[in-house]
């Protein structure tokens, strides 16, 4: 089989190679994948940047992808040849919050992960992937999307009728932004880019705000609000945005904190986290129970996840990663195998 490696830290070791192909144990299937996604986990993991979490070159990369099972393990009764499958984040993390073994069974880092043509999971480890999407689609499923429902529906609990605020047009603002709207909210989308924000329009958001021509985008909200606060807010900045976070939210309500594009160190006023009973919570992925359950709704609800208009062969992961370090894309930027 064919494989994109990475032979040592660094995106420019990144090479195509020719592998024996896999056989499954008796507790796996044998996955031939269709297609891959790439988050900025990848990008970050190639240049050695999660240390010992990571693993160790040579390494295949990459923790999203999807595919048609090609053969099953002796032991495993649940799937068949030929069903339309993902596999989850992480195999060891099946239900639950993270624990320190989470991150040892994760794909792409410590341990090979999707890019490559045949990949060997264990059937615990796997999703039958929504029948209405492509193999495209479905590739962009395992962290992107997981990661906001857990933000939004798994541990933020919006449910109809709140009011939620979501940064960015990132693939996780985007992901998160279907789900709240999925949940009955209502939902405030801000951007530095009224270009993205007029083309995600057709996804729902009922107001959207340009944070760089409204820089106290947390006074808007309030008003949106009627004086009351937010009911959750989907903080992607980090240092750079949780002050005016916390401004905007109501008291008992909850920040669901997923990127540090803003900055990872920060000074807050703690004593309003405590006086109005604030909750901020880490948002990392998802256990296969929730990837089962996120899969269900979107099947439910034939939503479809958003792509970039640009989609990459095999052979040029390299200069999909550079396009998303570009900040260009709207949506998952996939490759195609």
């Not at 297609?35 to 979490?53: C, T």
């Not at 209405?132 to 990661?147: D, I, R």
């Not at 760089?212 to 004086?227: D, M, S, Y």
């Not at 009351?228 to 807010?233: P, Q």
């Amino acid at each position: 089989m064919k494989a994109m490696r990475l032979e040592d830290w660094g995106l420019e070791n990144l090479k195509q190679v020719t592998l024996s192909d896999p056989e499954p144990t008796p507790d796996e299937v044998l996955i031939r994948i269709g297609a891959v996604s790439i988050n900025p986990r990848d990008g970050i993991l190639m240049q050695g940047g999660y240390g010992r979490k990571g693993g160790t070159p040579p390494l295949i990369p990459l923790c999203d992808g999807a595919g048609v099972i090609a053969a099953v393990g002796t032991n495993v009764t649940n799937f068949t040849v030929g069903d339309f499958v993902i596999p989850a984040f992480s195999r060891n993390w099946l239900h639950g919050s993270p624990a320190e073994e989470t991150y040892t069974g994760a794909h792409g880092g410590p341990l090979d992960g999707t890019m490559r043509e045949l990949m060997p999971v264990p059937a615990s480890a796997i999703v039958r992937a929504p029948p209405h999407m492509s193999v495209q689609e479905a590739a962009t499923l395992p962290c992107a999307a997981l990661t906001a429902w857990s933000a939004v529906v798994g541990q933020g609990g919006v449910k109809a009728g709140d009011k939620v605020l979501i940064q960015g047009t990132g693939a996780v603002s985007l992901f998160a932004l279907q789900f709240a709207k999925m949940q009955g909210a209502e939902v405030i989308l801000t951007s530095s880019s009224d270009e993205k924000l007029e083309r995600v329009a057709h996804l729902g958001a009922d107001h959207t705000i340009n944070y760089r021509q409204t820089p106290e985008w947390h006074r808007v909200t309030r008003e949106i609000t009627n004086g009351r606060g937010l009911d959750h807010i989907v903080d992607i900045g980090g240092a750079g945005t949780l002050e005016k976070a916390l401004s905007a939210i109501r008291i008992s309500g909850s920040i669901s904190l997923i990127g540090v594009l803003g900055g990872s160190d920060a000074s807050l006023p703690l004593g309003r986290v405590v006086t109005q009973n604030i909750r901020l919570q880490g948002v990392t992925v998802g256990s296969h129970h929730m990837l089962q359950e996120m899969v269900t709704a979107m099947a439910l609800h034939k939503t479809k996840p958003v792509l970039d208009d640009q989609t990459f062969e095999f052979g040029d992961l390299a200069n999909a990663l550079k396009r998303l370090t570009k900040g260009e894309h709207i949506g998952k930027i996939v490759c195609a195998f």
